[in-house]
């Protein structure tokens, strides 16, 4: 049975910053890749950030040098740090791990950035 279980997401004013975790079950955290993506009303599921199993990470340029995705193997849980948040990154935040051909994905969570 594999989980992916989002949590931190809430409402913020511009400006300010959320922490999101994902807690993973049932899969070889350490050997997955990890993703957050999103998915605001009216448009399509896009990438927010990635970190590979060895560490490299990649942001859409919407978020570079605001966000920050990190990881704890030990704790099977991945993180975004968002920060200096705006209205447009209103959107539901979705965990994914993947491995191989395969990906898992997480409920999502709303984070909503009010003006």
């Known amino acids: 049975q594999v989980q992916l279980v989002e949590s931190g997401g809430g409402l913020v004013q511009a400006g300010g910053s959320l922490r999101l975790s994902c807690a993973a079950s049932?899969?070889?955290?350490?050997?997955?890749?990890m993703g957050w993506y999103r998915q605001a009303p009216g448009k399509q599921r896009e990438l927010v950030a990635r970190?590979?199993?060895?560490?490299?990470?990649n942001y859409a340029d919407s978020v570079k040098g605001r966000f920050t995705i990190s990881r704890d193997n030990a704790k099977n849980t991945v993180y975004l740090q968002m920060s200096s948040l705006k209205a447009e990154d209103t959107a539901v935040y979705y965990c994914a791990g993947e491995f191989s051909s395969t990906m898992h994905w997480g409920q999502g969570t709303q984070v909503t950035v009010s003006s």
């Open positions: 049932g899969i070889s955290f350490s050997i997955y890749h």
């Open positions: 970190i590979a199993r060895g560490g490299d990470t």
